[in-house]
């Protein structure tokens, strides 16, 4: 059974920072790509980016490229994602996914929520 558990969000002031973690288990996480998505209030769950088993990051969002990255920590199955400069439209459930077995497997989602 694989799990996929995020951490880190919370309420932040704009031009803030926060790094989300996504604590993986029941792969091999060495062998697989991790994406992180978000979903703001009314809106449809996007793709932010993601990293490759290599640990090559493709895929940003273009209203996120140049302020957050995404790193692994392959001996602690753990993604991450460093979010600076963090604005109001920020605002969301933020996920880490990957596919097991031509599946995709969720985490349960962390709120990052980004007002003064």
């Known amino acids: 059974q694989v799990q996929l558990v995020e951490s880190g ?23 697989y790509a991790m994406n992180w998505y978000r979903q703001a ?10 990293i490759t088993n290599t640990g090559v990051l493709t895929n940003f ?3 996120v490229k ?3 990255t995404i790193s692994r920590d ?5 993604v991450y994602l460093q979010m ?7 605002t969301a459930v933020y996920y880490c996914s990957t ?11 962390t709120l990052v929520t980004v007002n003064s």
């Open 9 to 31: 969000g919370g309420l932040v002031q704009p031009g803030g920072s926060l790094r989300l973690s996504c604590a993986a288990s029941g792969l091999s996480f060495v062998n």
């Open 41 to 50: 209030p009314g809106k449809e769950r996007e793709l932010v980016g993601i």
């Open 61 to 63: 969002l273009d209203s």
């Open 66 to 68: 140049g302020r957050f």
């Open 74 to 78: 392959n001996a602690k199955n753990t």
């Open 84 to 90: 600076n400069s963090l604005k109001p439209e920020d």
């Open 99 to 109: 596919y097991f077995l031509r599946r995709r497997v969720w985490g349960q989602g």
